[in-house]
């Protein structure tokens, strides 16, 4: 099972794209948006209104990376029982995550975003969940030492399944089938009968995202979180660790820091001490199965996708007048952009621009994964353009995407120099 993590800072106060956790600056207040921005801003509002948005409106544009399914009947049952269970996640919980996400965005928090690529039904058991929520703990409270400012942790988890495919059909031994596109859809078997695109693996796919969440709720609540718990797996972890001596000063102080905070009196009866919000988010790839889990708030009137707290486009499928585009536009769920090298300036303001014409703090997270080489030669050009046009984004860096290589024995890895770079 191996780890994604991503890590943001604001594009309003950070004048180097490329510092490290431990030396974010703390912003001052939003800046004033230049008048010229403004006015664009409230063109495209004007344009782009929620009264000419359906949570099926997506069915009138172009789709990409959706599964042809041989038995249409039997897809548009499945969808209809989705329709009738509870919601995964509510709307009050993506509200609350989008105001932590603006704090992002104004840096005065830091956003982790971590889990695996893709989920898997056979790998659906509590000490996956658990070992996976332990690495983020260990992780965020790292970090919200080294840059003194709380730290927003989203899981890649509880419904991240679907995977975007660059070939419809994956050949071998002169053998074409169709390309697994995820669990929730196909098998990953290479043989005629998994690579069907299966509906009844939408439900277990909502089943699983259910039990999933309600595990790590129990965690994030139940005392597990503790924070001299999570320090203490640190000063065990770099103690066995080849690295060792590099991080075992940083671990130290920071189990002086909880050893300080209990004298003084906060204690591990404090839910401070042992209490954590955790959210949960995946790409917006099945829209189908994204359609079936929105629904209208009550209090508010606004649509959210229930499949989970934050969503995302990904790279493939971020076509301005795309399906893709066009369902998330219509949710009141904070965004993600998945940007590679390929992205031009203009079409990621354009973009933004149609995810969030409010410009509203938090709405909108931008999610990089263009490699260590490129991101110092792109990355600023991207940020220039976004800054110019004075929108309120969320940068965020995901070093697992970009940085792939093959090891020897065949595995996809990546070089943690490049990571960490």
């Known amino acids: 099972m191996s780890l994604t993590a991503t890590a943001a800072s604001s594009n309003l106060t950070t004048p180097n794209p490329f510092l490290s956790s431990t030396t974010l600056f703390k912003s001052p207040k939003l800046l004033t948006l230049p008048r010229n921005s403004r006015a664009l801003i409230s063109a495209v509002s004007s344009t782009i209104s929620s009264s000419d948005w359906a949570v099926d409106s997506w069915k009138s544009k172009t789709a990409h990376q959706l599964p042809v399914y041989p038995d249409p009947d039997e897809l548009r049952s499945v969808l209809t029982t989705l329709e009738t269970f509870p919601p995964i996640v509510f709307a009050g919980e ?23 690529c893709a989920e898997s039904f056979k790998e659906f058991n509590a000490n996956n969940i658990r070992d996976t929520f332990r690495v983020f703990l260990q992780m965020a409270i790292t970090l919200i030492y080294g840059a003194q400012m709380p730290v927003v942790k989203v899981g890649r988890m509880a419904g991240q399944f679907a995977k975007p495919r660059s070939d419809n059909f994956e050949t071998r ?37 259910v039990g999933t969440l309600n595990l790590l709720r129990a965690f994030a609540t139940g005392g ?32 002086e820091a909880i050893g300080f905070l209990s004298a003084a009196g906060v204690t591990q009866n404090n839910p401070i001490m042992n209490t954590i919000e955790f959210w949960i988010s995946h790409e917006c790839l099945h829209l189908p199965y994204e359609q079936a889990l929105t629904r209208e708030d009550s209090t508010s009137g606004l649509y959210y996708d229930c499949s989970a707290h934050m969503l995302w486009v990904g790279e493939r499928t971020r076509q301005l007048d795309g399906a893709h585009v066009e369902f998330l536009r219509g ?21 933004c621009e149609i995810l969030n014409p409010h410009n509203k703090p938090g709405r909108l997270t931008i999610i990089t994964r263009m490699g260590a080489d490129n991101m110092r030669v792109k990355l600023p050009h991207l940020i220039r353009a976004v800054r ?26 990546r070089p943690f120099d490049s990571i960490r770079n």
């Open 94 to 116: 993506a509200r609350r995550l989008e105001t932590l996400l603006g704090k992002a965005a104004q840096g005065e928090a830091f956003l982790l975003q971590g889990g695996d």
């Open 331 to 351: 949710v009141s769920n904070p965004l993600g952009i998945k940007v590679s090298d390929k992205m031009d300036p203009t079409e990621l303001v354009r973009l």
């Open 224 to 255: 597990y979180a503790a924070m001299q718990r999570v320090s203490d797996w640190n000063l065990d972890f770099v103690e066995h660790s080849e690295q060792a001596d590099r991080y075992m000063e940083l671990a130290q102080r920071v189990d």
């Open 388 to 413: 110019q046009a004075g929108l309120i984004v969320t940068w965020v860096s995901d070093p697992m995407h970009g940085n792939t290589i093959k090891a020897p024995c065949g595995l996809k890895t």
């Open 173 to 209: 031994d002169g053998v074409k089938l169709p390309s697994y596109r995820g669990d929730n859809i196909n098998g990953d078997a290479f043989d005629e009968k998994s690579r069907i695109p299966d509906p009844q693996r939408l439900l277990r796919a909502y089943l699983q995202s």
